[in-house]
C-alpha cells in the first residue's frame, strides 16, 4: 500500500478527522500502533468537503476553570432530519471545560434532558470524586423548567446563561456540536451509511475526539478511560 493510500485509510479510520490532529494523536501517542501521519498534497476528501461546510467561526473561548467539572458546557441538538432506529430525534453534549472531555446521550425528546442530566451528575462525580460547580447553556426550555432549577439549587449548582440567539457565547459546546456534526455527515457519506444511524455516527466520532483531542494533565486530570466510551 502506498504511503499516501496508509494515511487516507487512517484518516477514514479516525472519523475524518484532520490532518494535523492526527499527527498531533500520533506524536503524543494517544492511539495504539497509530503510525506518523503525513498531510497529502493533492489529495482531497469529498466526504470532507460534504460533511464539514462552515458558516462562521466562533471565538475561541469564553470561559476558564482550574480543575475538572468546575465548569460544564451543555446543550442539545436536534432535531435531527431522520430518526434513529431507536426512535430518538436529538442528542445531548456534557462537556467538561477543564478537560473538554465530551459526553454524548441520546434522546427522543428534549423533555429528556433533566433525566440526562441526572445521569450524568452522578456519574462523573462518583468517578472523580468532585462537584459540578457551575452549568453553562443556553435559554432553552429544557434549562429553564422549575424542576431543573430546584435541583441546582439542591446541589449548589450554579447556572450560567448564554443570551437568546447568541451561540457563540456558549462557544465550546457549539464548536463540538459542529466538529461532531461534520465528522458524522463525513463518515456516513464516506461508508454509504443511511442517515438513519447518525447516532451511532455521532458516538463514534465523540470516542475519537475524546481519545484525540481531551486536554492530558497527570497532575490535576484523572479520568478513568471507560469515561472516553461512555454513552449517556
Excluded at 34 to 62: D, H, M, Y
Excluded at 72 to 97: N, V, W
Excluded at 115 to 143: H, P, S, T, W
Excluded at 167 to 196: C, F, H, W, Y
Aim: one cysteine or more; proline letters at 3%; a positive charge.
Amino acid at each position: 500500500m502506498s504511503k499516501s493510500s496508509e494515511n487516507c485509510l487512517w484518516h477514514r479510520r479516525l472519523g475524518h478527522l484532520s490532518f494535523s490532529q492526527i499527527n498531533k494523536t500520533s506524536r503524543l501517542k494517544a492511539v495504539r500502533d497509530l503510525p506518523n501521519i503525513t498531510l497529502p498534497e493533492s489529495i482531497i476528501c469529498k466526504s470532507c468537503q460534504f460533511g464539514k461546510q462552515t458558516r462562521v467561526q466562533f471565538n475561541a473561548k469564553e470561559g476558564s476553570s482550574s480543575k475538572p467539572l468546575e465548569l460544564i458546557h451543555t446543550d442539545i441538538c436536534g432535531p435531527m432530519r431522520k430518526k434513529s432506529p431507536r426512535g430518538e430525534e436529538y442528542y445531548i453534549l456534557f462537556i467538561d471545560d477543564f478537560s473538554r472531555m465530551c459526553w454524548i446521550g441520546l434522546i427522543k425528546h428534549k423533555d429528556e434532558a433533566f433525566e440526562k442530566f441526572q445521569i450524568f451528575k452522578a456519574m462523573v462525580e462518583n468517578e472523580l470524586d468532585l462537584k459540578i460547580k457551575c452549568l453553562r447553556f443556553d435559554r432553552g426550555g429544557e434549562y429553564t423548567s422549575d424542576e431543573f432549577f430546584e435541583f441546582c439549587e439542591q446541589h449548589g449548582i450554579k447556572r450560567k446563561f448564554s443570551v437568546a440567539g447568541t451561540p457563540q457565547q456558549n462557544g465550546v459546546v457549539e464548536r463540538m456540536k459542529r466538529t461532531i456534526q461534520q465528522m458524522a455527515r463525513a463518515m456516513l457519506d464516506d461508508s454509504g451509511t443511511p442517515d438513519t444511524y447518525w447516532g451511532e455516527a455521532a458516538h463514534t466520532a465523540v470516542i475519537i475526539l475524546n481519545k484525540a483531542h481531551v486536554r492530558v494533565n497527570s497532575d490535576k486530570l484523572h479520568m478513568n478511560s471507560g469515561m472516553v466510551n461512555l454513552l449517556l
